[in-house]
């Protein structure tokens, strides 16, 4: 229930802030763009929810360093490493796709930067709003690795996207 707190936060953002400005630009920017900002709020709700009723107490607890040893669970076989490795790379596979969509024509390079400073930011966070939470040079791997598995799907797909876009932007 706490979430809930959140996501209206970011409902109301949306339509203040983002959803005027989105619509000027045209439909085609208003649904990319909107597409982000609903993945990015599920990135958030899966990764770092609750935040706002966690910020009273983000100093109640000790924040753990985020752990710098790549895939120790994996050598380790600990837990569910395999779900977690996997689920870390499915998760940015969007962000990837979107996101030279998103700044128009972003090549590679920009894409792996922005999803490892998206990852990277996520994972400095996630122990200092929960304590349950770790931070993990891994999750930073795989979901860099998913961002550009993202990108080559993008460009899979870039003739029937533009083409889609165009459509919704001439309409």
Do not use: C
Request: aromatic share 16%; charged share 15%.
């Amino acid at each position: 229930m706490k979430e809930l707190v959140d996501f209206a936060v970011l409902t109301i953002i949306y339509f203040w802030i983002f959803y005027r400005k989105w619509k000027e630009e045209g439909r085609d920017v208003l649904l990319v763009n909107t597409l982000m900002y609903i993945y990015l709020s599920f990135v958030l709700f899966f990764t770092l929810m609750p935040i706002i009723t966690s910020l009273p107490f983000i100093f109640n607890h000790p924040y753990d360093s985020m752990n710098l040893v790549p895939f120790i669970d994996v050598l380790n076989s600990r837990g569910d490493f395999m779900r977690q490795v996997g689920l870390n790379i499915i998760m940015t596979i969007p962000f990837g796709f979107l996101m030279p969509l998103v700044k128009r024509n972003a090549g590679f390079l920009k894409v792996v930067v922005y999803t490892f400073l998206l990852s990277l930011g996520i994972e400095l966070l996630q122990p200092l709003i929960n304590s349950a939470r770790s931070a993990d040079i891994t999750d930073l791997i795989t979901n860099v690795i998913g961002g550009s598995i993202g990108y080559v799907m993008y460009l899979i797909f870039k003739p029937l996207t533009t083409k889609f876009l165009n459509y919704i932007g001439h309409r």
